[in-house]
């Protein structure tokens, strides 16, 4: 079936450095992308979203960036903290008419070496 | 903090017991989903509720697992006959738009 996949399960980067999280989807009908960082033993957190409308979108410290030709997404973390080291997640959703039931990826483990 | 809340957060039951988890999503949101999470991988969707309706359940979700939101606010998961391949991470989703908040998951070990 439709998967989301990512490709380097794990990524070292020293503090204070650029990182770049890559994601591969296989869905062109998904309209809608997520991030979500996730610390251990804790439950997903909400990084940044996209829609398939835009090809970058930027918070605080972070950028996606949606390439929908090659299917690909990518996380930008900029000045890399400690509190950065954490296992990140894709995620996409297919419109759905409302129920936005999210397809994730295995995750990248994201280690900032201080 | 998320503002959704999942309780217990850690249950350690032996194989054939009966469990139960509840999920108390941020007040507004009127969805509500459930997803598995196993070790090194990301979350599976289990099911979803739009209010008190559930609307669609993954075909994870064996016979022996039911969910309810009997007043559209909290949920409730339930495992009957617990099995050692049911251990893992439940996760609650709440969300009122696109965008899904978890909570903290509960963490089920069965021995």
């Known amino acids: 079936g439709e998967s989301v996949g990512l490709h380097l399960p794990t990524l070292s980067v020293q503090e204070g450095d650029n990182s770049i999280i890559n994601c591969a989807y296989s869905n062109s009908a998904s309209d809608y992308f997520i991030w979500y960082k996730q610390e251990s033993g804790k439950g997903p957190q909400f990084i940044i979203d996209?829609?398939?409308?835009?090809d970058k979108r930027q918070g605080q410290r972070v950028t996606v960036l949606l390439n929908k030709t090659v299917k690909h997404l990518s996380l930008q973390i900029a000045a890399t903290q400690p509190g950065d080291s954490a296992v990140y997640f894709c995620?996409?959703?297919?419109?759905?008419?409302?129920?936005?039931?999210?397809?994730f990826g295995t995750g990248t483990r994201l280690t900032i070496i201080p | 903090d998320t503002g959704v809340s999942q309780d217990p957060r850690h249950k350690i039951t032996k194989r054939g017991q009966n469990v139960t988890f509840r999920c108390d999503p941020i007040s507004e949101h009127n969805r509500l989903y459930w997803y598995r999470q196993t070790l090194g991988q990301g979350p599976e969707f289990l099911t979803y509720?739009?209010?008190?309706?559930?609307?669609?359940k993954s075909r994870l979700l064996s016979d022996r697992f039911s969910a309810e939101r009997p007043k559209g606010s909290f949920s409730t998961l339930e495992i009957q006959r617990t099995e050692q391949g049911d251990s893992a991470m439940y996760l609650c989703?709440?969300?009122?738009?696109?965008?899904?908040?978890f909570g903290p998951g509960t963490r089920l070990t069965v021995l």
């Open positions: 509720f739009q209010n008190e309706a559930q609307l669609e």
């Open positions: 995620a996409e959703d297919l419109p759905n008419f409302g129920n936005e039931k999210l397809t």
């Open positions: 996209i829609r398939s409308n835009m």
């Open positions: 989703a709440s969300t009122s738009a696109d965008t899904q908040y």
